[in-house]
């Protein structure tokens, strides 16, 4: 399938479409549009990167029923960063069929939002805390929502989020069409999927290796002492587009950030305690160009898409091999070929092998040998 146009969408969406400049659908959109359009309900496996928001998008704005007010569908997912991305991508998509798409999420004041939903949306995407909030209150009445979209699922179980999930579940009709999106799906997602999906469809794309994007991944091991001079190096030595450097805590990333800030180098720093106005400067800085390089917690690891990453370093190790798996994702997307770094010292090596058993292959290991820098 070589066009959108066959999958008989309104002129609207085509439109919209078109004006985004997107002409050939993914392999994740060719599998999961049909279905949904239909009105199934849908599991869909896919790597980040791979179009996943345009495929429950396309078929949450064709289902939009103008005859009916109040909110028609609800995207929830894990971060603020990436509910202003699907926010965003719904926004243009429905625009020429003036659908209204609101944001809900933590960071932001709630009368805002408040006020937002009074005015009158056709769909809310935001985070499961200050969506059931607003449940709570009243604002957000869930009587018309007919399409439920849970993305990054299991990232939102992960973190927590599962009991409000719950809870905002038990408050939607019980006739709905639900599509459950997601990179990896352990296997407590099925187990969720059975409480609140009807026959769904299973869909799987890019999940073998064969599939993966072209991205080269190696471990580079050295002295402890030399950790931030080998982050210079590589820095200094990267490709062409955008540096991603993960480090493990918020404190630990803000110091990076200073760090490397007096030294020169074009860096913004992305963690939990910004402003949600911070760190919205701090992605569209990063998108652009303006800033090339961006530290970050786990936080950017899931679901955030910006094609430019050519280089993604893990300064510090995360907590786990799948976390390792989605900070990785953040480079070769769509197709682009990307290059990814893990810093090793003496002390990461066991758990880096643990890493690699969860994971099922080794990743190639490099040796780095540096005189240090003057500062």
């Not at 999420?105 to 995407?125: M, P, T």
Request: glycine share 8%; hydrophobic share 40%; net charge positive.
């Amino acid at each position: 399938m070589n066009s959108f146009k066959s999958f008989n969408l309104y002129s609207n969406t085509l439109r919209a479409l078109d004006g985004m400049g997107i002409a050939i659908p993914t392999p994740i959109q060719v599998q999961a549009i049909p279905p949904l359009l239909q009105g199934r309900d849908v599991i869909a496996q896919a790597r980040t990167g791979s179009g996943k928001t345009l495929a429950f998008g396309i078929p949450l704005v064709e289902a939009i029923d103008f005859n009916c007010t109040g909110v028609q569908a609800l995207v929830l997912t894990p971060t603020r960063e990436l509910a202003t991305q699907i926010g965003e991508v719904l926004t243009r998509l429905g625009q020429t069929a003036r659908i209204e798409t609101g944001l809900v999420f933590g960071g932001r004041s709630v009368a805002s939002q408040e006020k937002l939903l009074k005015a009158g949306v056709d769909i809310v995407v935001g985070a499961p805390g200050r969506v059931l909030d607003l449940i709570n209150r009243g604002v957000l009445k869930t009587d018309a929502i007919r399409f439920l979209v849970l993305d990054e699922a299991d990232e939102m179980l992960d973190r927590g989020f599962a009991p409000d999930v719950e809870r905002i579940l038990t408050r939607l009709p019980k006739k709905r069409q639900t599509a459950l999106f997601s990179a990896t799906v352990p296997a407590w997602v099925p187990q969720m999927a059975r409480r609140h999906l009807i026959d769904p469809v299973q869909v799987q794309v890019d999940t073998r290796p064969i599939d993966r994007p072209a991205i080269e991944h190696v471990a580079l091991t050295v002295p402890e002492s030399q950790r931030f001079d080998a982050l210079r190096h590589l820095l200094d030595t990267r490709p062409g587009g955008s540096a991603l450097v993960f480090g493990r805590t918020k404190h630990g990333v803000k110091k990076l950030g200073r760090r490397l800030a007096d030294l020169g180098y074009p860096v913004a720093a992305l963690q939990g305690n910004l402003s949600q106005n911070a760190r919205d400067r701090v992605m569209a800085d990063f998108r652009t160009g303006k800033t090339q390089i961006m530290l970050a917690t786990n936080v950017a690891a899931r679901g955030l898409d910006v094609d430019s990453v050519a280089l993604v370093v893990n300064y510090e190790l995360p907590e786990s091999a799948e976390l390792l798996t989605h900070r990785i994702g953040r480079t070769g997307r769509m197709g682009r070929e990307g290059r990814a770094v893990t810093v090793l010292t003496e002390s990461d090596i066991e758990r880096f092998r643990q890493f690699e058993k969860q994971l099922g292959f080794s990743i190639p290991r490099s040796k780095l040998q540096l005189t240090p820098k003057v500062a």
